[in-house]
């Protein structure tokens, strides 16, 4: 196992002094793997997974400088080229996909405890690509910021193969250049409308009022003393949306097929809160 995990990472080197080297990189790379795989998602939360199951890794390689502390983790790897490495990652998730087309989730998201004011560090933001079905990770984009997103998407759209899928981003992709993007991909998108394009979102909103209730589909879930009715609607009558604009900066997402909504009607502990939740959606012809 670790010899074919690792060696899609055979690319980078180890940028220390082979002298002072007591935690080799192969041992520090399958630490921060596999701890990353089930679940750590910061330095600390690696270096405890590490202690816990020492024994597992002891039978792939041999650590016999142990664990490492979550500084040096964190220290060596941020030291290595965060491009090659986000490569050679993407590399080895992609020959764990099955060949299907996936729903492609892209969101972004701050990692805990990786602000640090002495080294003058901001917080790591990533941008990620969740693969729904495969349930994987296929790749990572880092940040500055949740403000950054939009650059950082197209970077990520660029590293992902995505013919066949479908791509949903919450509101902060919902521009047009990153639709057109996803649809040169040979994908199909779900953008979220939101207040980032106001009167758009207030006309799709009035839009969906008039529909009549019958074209609605419903689902109901419930656990723990919570129900959740959700309400699906979809709505192909987007010549509105298509034609000229009405007005200054109205955007044309290219490839829109329809627009749909999604109302989350949820009953907890006597109180209920209406939510709903709107989208553009783009095929690729």
Known sequence: MAGSLLDHFAALSDPRQSWKVVYPL??????????????????????????MNRDFLRRLLPYAGGIPSHDTLNDI???LD?????????????????????IVAIDGKTSRR???????RNPLHLVSAWASRQRLVLCQQACEAKSNEITAIPLLLDRLALTG??????????????AQKILDKGADYLLAIKENWPNLHSEVIRHFDDLPAADMFETTD??????????????HEVDWLTTDRRF??????????AIAMVEAEIERGGKTTLERRYYTNGINN
Do not use: Y
Not at 114 to 120: E, I, V
Not at 248 to 257: H, M, Q, V
């Open 26 to 51: 192969p041992e520090i790379l399958l630490v921060v793997l596999c701890a990353t795989i089930a679940g750590a998602e910061d330095f600390v939360e690696i270096r405890r997974w590490g202690t």
């Open 77 to 79: 790897l941020n030291a």
């Open 82 to 102: 965060g491009d090659l490495f986000a490569r050679c990652f993407g590399d080895w998730v992609e020959g764990l996909r099955e060949a299907e087309p996936d």
């Open 114 to 120: 990786t602000h640090d004011r002495a080294k003058d």
């Open 165 to 178: 899928a479908l791509v949903t981003i919450d509101a902060m992709g919902c521009q047009t250049k990153i």
């Open 222 to 235: 419930g656990e723990h003393g919570r129900i959740e009715v959700r309400r699906h609607v979809v709505s």
């Open 248 to 257: 200054p900066g109205e955007p044309r997402f290219p490839g829109l097929k």
